[in-house]
């Protein structure tokens, strides 16, 4: 390959050459180095919006998103420098106390990691995200107090997937989350029950009907009673 069309650069004390274009996490998993991420999925364009695979660049002022910054020639860069485990404990924590993450093992892995207090940001001045189970369609719930808007359900349905759009984001700020347009029920959009949005779904937001039938105690006579009459419940999260 033409030197014109590669880097070199360093990353965790190791040297690396590659194709111009490449992002530091693509690189970092050539050299065997895991940088955890949220929002990034191999089969997705990536949102770069968890901010959990953010890296130190040598000479830069902030810390860029690895999922979509470029390798340039010369970088020196570390995956695992103490400011950027800070960040990483950091967002942790503040997804903790706003999120059920309690179906999300990959993030739970990164919790215990990284040390994260998950009781850092709890209190009167921080609430919980608290949504109802939306059980209007036969095929899967979602539970909008386990998400953590990283927007790979978005993205599947639209035009790296489905090309469904079914999917976007809802209201603003704490409130924001992930809804259909005007929050009509599933069975009234665009939405084709691929259940591409389920398997990319990383916390237990969107989980197919049997399976979160049987965890909460229903037999399947129930579950299939709830396939024909979908319904919205409430679920109370813990103070």
């Known amino acids: 390959m033409s030197e014109h069309h590669t880097v070199t650069l360093t990353i965790d004390g190791q040297e690396i050459t590659v194709p111009l274009g490449t992002t530091y996490l693509e690189a970092a998993t050539m050299l065997g180095i895991d940088v955890p991420h949220i929002c990034y999925h191999e089969a997705l364009t990536p949102p770069a919006v968890c901010r959990m695979c953010v890296v130190e660049v040598e000479g830069a002022r902030t810390l860029p998103a690895s999922c979509v910054a470029v390798c340039r020639e010369g970088d020196v860069v570390q995956t695992d420098s103490e400011r950027v485990r800070n960040s990483r404990r950091t967002i942790l924590e503040m997804l903790s106390s706003t999120v059920n993450l309690e179906d999300a093992p990959e993030i739970l892995a990164m919790i215990e990691r990284y040390k994260a207090d998950t009781e850092r940001f ?34 599947v349905c639209a035009d790296d997937g489905q090309f469904a759009f079914a999917l976007n984001f809802g209201k603003r700020g704490f409130h924001s989350h992930i809804a259909t347009f005007e929050e009509k029920p599933m069975p009234e959009t665009t939405c084709v029950f691929c259940g591409q949005c389920v398997g990319v779904c990383p916390t237990g937001a969107l989980k197919p009907k049997v399976q979160w039938g049987l965890e909460q105690g229903f037999d399947l006579e129930q579950i299939r009673e709830m396939t024909r009459r979908p319904r919205r419940r409430k679920v109370q999260m813990e103070e």
């Open 122 to 155: 709890a209190g009167e001045d921080f609430a919980r995200r608290e949504f109802e189970v939306k059980d209007d369609n036969p095929f899967y719930i979602r539970d909008y107090s386990q998400c953590v808007m990283c927007w790979r359900c978005v993205e």
